[in-house]
């Protein structure tokens, strides 16, 4: 059983089973939907997902791509498309109880990937803020 929810535990959910994969995406689509230069997903099959708690805000795009949210602090929670993954929902690992608990085993959309992703790892690390 995996578990999760958003940051002010307005809404939670449960999945059931075992993930059909986890995958960094780097398309446009989910970097504006999350702020974010990339987004791990987890896809589990539709029957496998619960939500309790309170109803999830959804925002259906031009491309028939469902976000679900969190109406009171805005965490990203799901996202659907019937055409493109059909009875798969997908859930943000970072939304889990345990982010770590599933590591990536892919990355896709790669041709959206922001240029300057390519040398994070040259880049200065700081545990923490620096010089806090």
């Not at 446009?28 to 099959?45: E, L, N, S, T």
């Not at 798969?88 to 922001?114: K, N």
């Amino acid at each position: 059983m995996i578990t999760g929810g958003c940051r002010c535990g307005a809404v939670r959910y449960e999945a059931e089973d075992e993930s059909a994969h986890h995958a960094l995406c780097h398309c446009r689509d989910c970097q504006m939907a999350h702020g974010a230069p990339v987004v791990g997903w987890i896809a589990f099959k539709t029957e496998q997902v619960r939500f309790s708690g309170a109803e999830p805000v959804r925002y259906t795009a031009a491309s028939g791509s469902t976000r679900s949210f969190c109406g009171t602090c805005g965490t990203p929670l799901a996202f659907v498309n019937e055409e493109a993954l059909p009875g798969i929902v997908d859930l943000p690992s970072v939304t889990l109880d345990d982010p770590d608990a599933l590591a990536p085993q892919a990355q896709i959309q790669v041709a959206e990937r922001r240029a300057w992703m390519a040398d994070l790892a040259a880049l200065p690390e700081f545990a923490r803020y620096p010089g806090g």
